[in-house]
């Protein structure tokens, strides 16, 4: 059952006691991202917009970890969850601060899912902590999340990455994006202006599905993975820009 608005955002409130764990599951959407933009740069190096997103969500991921590996010295088992995360970002950062290619891609598709299953275990745990989001900041995460991951599991298989699991990861992501728009929509208590950020991403989520299945028709051609680049850009920042809406909400 879904609890009143008010109810789901009164748990943002132990973030100002623990501020550094609330970066907590920006991690599996920044883990996307990356992958996203070193696929984008690897299918055309000219990228510059890719270029920029990919050294912004780096420096961004490496600078909250270390706030995260601190933040959780007190709590043994996010301790170690931040530690192997830690070991898997060296790979991870080796990896995508090389120059983008097509053998890089193959390697990113499998590190990258270790990276952002590791960083959604510690998001789950900060929250089993008491450090977690309301449950209405974590679906418009997840929204921004998996609008990233669709377009990095595209652009990949635009790459010719040819990996068994992202076929079936694509069409799961598709439908969990289906499923948190319509919980976000059935939320009780949503304000006029939450009610037109929602239907804002929703028409955003229309775009890019055309975008990805005409991709999916035809992989090689430049002007469809500049659309899926763009139309998943303009979800995050519809969906960032929700879960913002619903922070401050709370906020007294």
């Known amino acids: 059952m879904i609890r009143p608005i008010a109810a789901l955002l009164l748990s943002l409130a132990v973030y100002a006691a623990d501020p550094a764990l609330s970066q907590a599951p ?37 600078r909250q970890l270390a706030e995260l590996r601190l933040a959780s010295k007190t709590q043994p088992a996010l301790d170690e969850n931040y530690a192997l995360l830690d070991q898997l970002w060296q790979d991870y950062k080796r990896l995508v601060s090389a120059s983008p290619s097509r053998d890089g891609a193959a390697k990113l598709s499998e590190l990258s899912e270790e990276v952002a299953w590791i960083a959604q275990k510690g998001a789950q745990l900060a929250e089993q902590g008491g450090s977690g989001a309301s ?78 299945d005409e991709l999916a028709k035809n992989h090689s051609d430049r002007q469809l993975q500049r659309n899926v680049q763009t139309t998943s850009e303009r979800i995050h920042e519809v969906a960032t820009g929700l879960a913002a809406s619903f922070a401050r909400t709370a906020a007294p």
């Open 26 to 62: 920006a991690q599996r959407m920044l883990a996307e991202r990356i992958g996203r933009a070193y696929a984008a740069l690897a299918l055309d190096p000219g990228n510059q917009d890719a270029r920029r997103q990919l050294g912004d969500a780096i420096q961004r991921f490496e």
């Open 135 to 212: 449950r209405a900041v974590q679906l418009a995460e997840d929204a921004a999340t998996l609008s990233q991951r669709l377009a990095k599991i595209y652009l990949l298989q635009a790459l010719g990455v040819n990996k068994g699991f992202l076929p079936k990861d694509l069409a799961a992501a598709r439908t969990e994006f289906e499923q948190i728009s319509k919980q976000l929509k059935s939320l009780p208590g949503l304000s006029q202006r939450l009610k037109d950020q929602i239907a804002l991403m929703d028409s955003q989520w229309f775009f890019f599905q055309q975008a990805i």
